[in-house]
């Protein structure tokens, strides 16, 4: 399925829940938000139905995120009942990590292929400040354990804020060197809680690259699946590699292929342009799978050219990003 723009939308990614059970400080507020009730939110029948019409018009590689993914109830159930859908041939998550290593078998034997982890901290204090809760040993397990399991490329998303954490890209490399790990930097964005934004927290992916570059050696390469919109390096005599994401400094939208579905069944071309297509409506009036497939396709031709992040969140954009799906 072609857009407007001429790029292949293959790739859809499902917020199965807006709770989580950390509060970014980017991300979420102290207090949290004010959560949907459970009717307000797709049932995990709507979703496998909506993965199947999506199959249908191209949709290959499913992503479940929140909110944190593993906090809903049956997602292992989900997991399975997606593999079942012949033309899904890669289904992986983002979490936080917390309550992965009590799930992991699970998941795995439900059929999910990889696991992305968010982590922007190794340090105790750090974590515990931008998460507000301390929980930073869980996350390192989990990472580990997905490696075990051999669900790879078990990949890091690291949000680099200056003045914060900085000063560990070099720890994190060396998390790249020893280990067979994919750290992905990402610049630091308006999204969610605009009150920690700040345009000065930004760091450039040229920086850091530069930073790294002088401690080790760096050759682009790719990764085996799910680059995204990362570009990765391997580090000389290293075991995994790092990957820049550059939402800010280089757009890539030319290359973007994904479509976002909110929990509460809402779905948007992009994070950042406020147009969506209710789907949850349609499933309530009944709406066949043709009708169905035909809003896929139109949320498909409003996708913008690209982003406007670099003019902020918006005033008028109340969601947090845990509300629209990490």
Not at 88 to 98: C, F, P, S
Not at 126 to 145: D, L, M, P, Q, S
Not at 209 to 235: D, H, N, Q, W
Request: proline share 3%; net charge positive.
């Amino acid at each position: 399925m072609l857009d407007s723009y001429n790029r292949k939308i293959n790739y859809l990614r499902i917020s199965v829940t807006d709770r989580c059970n950390l509060r970014c400080r980017y991300c979420m507020p102290e207090e949290g938000i004010s959560k949907l009730e459970h009717d307000k939110i797709l049932s995990l029948e709507d979703i496998v139905r909506l993965v199947k019409v999506g199959a249908g018009i191209g949709i290959r590689k499913i992503r479940l995120t929140g909110g944190e993914p593993l906090i809903r109830s049956h997602i292992t159930q989900l997991i399975a009942s997606i593999r079942k859908i012949p033309a899904i041939d890669d289904i992986a998550i983002t979490t936080n990590g917390v309550l992965f290593c009590g799930m992991a078998e699970e998941l795995k034997a439900a059929g999910l292929d990889r696991a992305n982890f968010s982590l922007d901290t190794m340090v105790a204090e750090k974590f515990e400040f931008i998460t507000r809760r301390n929980h930073r040993t869980g996350v390192k397990r989990a990472i580990f354990k997905a490696l075990d399991l051999g669900l790879e490329p078990v990949k890091i998303n690291t949000v680099v804020i200056k003045g914060f954490n900085d000063d560990e890209l070099l720890d994190f490399a060396k998390l790249a060197y020893d280990f067979p790990l994919h750290i992905r930097f990402i610049e630091f964005m308006p999204i969610g809680d605009v009150l920690f934004w700040n345009r000065d927290r930004i760091i450039s992916s040229e920086e850091i690259r530069e930073k790294i570059a002088r401690r080790y050696e760096l050759a682009p390469t790719k990764i085996s699946k799910g680059s995204g919109p990362a570009v990765y390096f391997k580090l000389a005599g290293g075991r995994g590699t790092i990957g820049f994401i550059t939402p800010m400094s280089h757009k890539f939208c030319s290359e973007c292929n994904r479509l976002r579905l909110t929990a509460e069944g809402k779905l948007r071309g992009c994070l950042y342009d406020k147009r969506e297509i209710d789907l949850k409506a349609a499933l309530e009036h009944k709406s066949d799978d043709e009708e169905l497939k035909k809003l896929f396709i139109q949320a498909i031709s409003l996708k913008p050219s690209e982003h406007h992040m670099n003019e902020g969140w918006g005033k008028d954009n109340l969601r947090k990003m845990s509300q629209i799906g990490g």
